[in-house]
């Protein structure tokens, strides 16, 4: 099969935001309480936090991490998370019905953030709580000393503060699940009078206002359209939440779930550009898409974990090969659209749907998704090109067309690399891709191929076999070299990322990244 792929410098989609690359932990599960924090651990470092989970974190370059939530931020005080961990209450966590002993607080991320070299994205209780409480997180978080909100800090041993400079107003809610759940009215006046309150305070911070929770619910795009409506001058970004699944066990259409993300995500900056449109402003939305993965593996076991208890074992998928291509292909599909996505979270980012699993008292070790997020996160941070395909496609019932080929590519302007991340997406036929490029280096080498790639589909990574699925270097005869055109080759149903470094006139390979 052939796939001729042409890029021109000058047809660019945008530079990325490097936060789309972030992610996100919750009180949910194993994701806190045995996953970031387990005091008594062997890797435990003096604040209880897994030094071996930091390390896998911090290999990944995680600009930034949501947190609290998620569905347990509608029910959280965040009062009951500082001061001395023996003096805070331990608490019911009504959205996943379990025990939050409160030991990983505000105090604690904050800890673990500056550890992994994270800056913190904090979420606000919108549901059970209000303006007063959010304004006094704030300013618990953000001033410096001299009122009482700051001074408790202060009095809780962080001198300095926080500086946190982006809030989550709130989580899902147009979820009829979510505690305090609320109509898109009373919601869009809720979130434009605690964003006027918080912008009263510091208006230089960033605000991401709920969106849909996921694209089927009755409500959308109505939700996105009446919420706007109520708080568009006053906000920076508005939510979209999405998890795609195979539960039928339908490959081909499982493959194709980036086309489902794309759609959502036109839908919702139609939306904004709509409501823009409306109010006569010069003001363009951004969008974070700060929910997204594959989540359909763990269904089943989570009906039957015991309630009230603390760090339940929930939503622990364990990813397949197949998995991992589809993320490959909802990476691509985050950067196609950096002109509007502008941060992005991979949810969650331990053991609860994550790319990284521990046992508790054990191991941490790398799921199959980790890797094209590791590669993405770390070669794609450039200017993303505005690619044109050629490729076969095959009809899906759902879907319809679905290329066979996914692909997209970043440029990086001081050293004129080009990165290009694709995916096969046929069982069968390897592609042969033809790589047409304009306005770039008179010429370009090949100087690495990296192919994720397995026999099995179903292949998976776990504590005895943490590498099974692996990312392989493919050989490179020689450097391939190219004068505006060249010849890629990729494997059937495979993950790839080439790399392609501009030749000066010397022969030298300018520097990489």
Known sequence: ???????????????????????????????????????????????????????????????????????????????????PQAQRPCRLDLAWSATDPNRFGLKEFMQWSHKTGVQPMLALNLGTRGIAEARNLVEYCNHPSGSYWSDLRIAHGSPEPFAIKTWCLGNEMDGPWQVGHKTADEYGRLACETAKALKLFDPTLQLVVCGSSYPGIPTFPAWEATVLDHCYEVVDYISLHSYYQNKNDDLPTFLGSSLAMEAFIQAVVATCDYVKARKRSDKTMYLSFDEWNVWFHSNAKDTVQ??????????????????????????????????????????????????????????????????????????????????????????????????????????????????????????????????????????????????????????????????HVFPRRIAVPGGIVFENQGDLDAGPLTWNMFRLQAVVQNGDDRAGL
Request: with cysteine.
């Open 306 to 467: 015991p309630k009230w208890t603390v760090g339940p074992a929930l939503l622990e998928d364990v990813y397949t090969f197949e998995d991992a291509l589809v993320v490959g292909t909802l990476l691509n599909c985050l950067l196609r659209h950096a002109d509007r996505v502008r941060i992005a979270c991979l949810a969650q980012l331990v053991n609860a749907i994550a790319p990284i699993m521990t046992r508790t008292g054990g191991p941490a070790w790398r799921q199959t998704i980790y890797w094209p997020f590791y590669y993405v996160s770390h070669y794609g941070r450039g200017t993303v090109l505005d690619l044109r395909l050629e490729v076969p496609s095959y009809a899906n019932p759902t879907y319809g067309p679905i290329p066979y080929v996914d692909a997209t590519a970043v440029f990086h302007g001081e050293s004129g690399e080009i990165d290009v991340f694709l995916v096969n997406r046929s069982e069968t036929e390897q592609v042969k891709l033809s790589l047409e490029l304009s306005g770039f280096a008179s010429a370009y080498r090949l100087v690495e191929h990296i192919a994720l790639s397995h026999a099995d589909r179903k292949a998976m990574n776990d504590e005895a076999h943490p590498d």
């Open 1 to 83: 099969m052939e796939c001729i792929i042409r890029a021109h410098r000058s047809f660019v989609t945008a530079e990325v935001d490097p936060r789309l690359f972030s992610s996100f932990i919750e009180q949910l599960g194993r994701s806190v309480y045995g996953g970031v924090y387990e005091n008594g651990h062997v890797s435990a470092d003096a604040d209880g936090l897994r030094t071996d989970v930091i390390d896998l974190v911090k290999a990944l370059s995680i600009p930034m991490v949501r947190f609290p939530g998620g569905n347990y931020v509608s029910n959280y005080n965040w009062e009951d998370s500082v001061g």
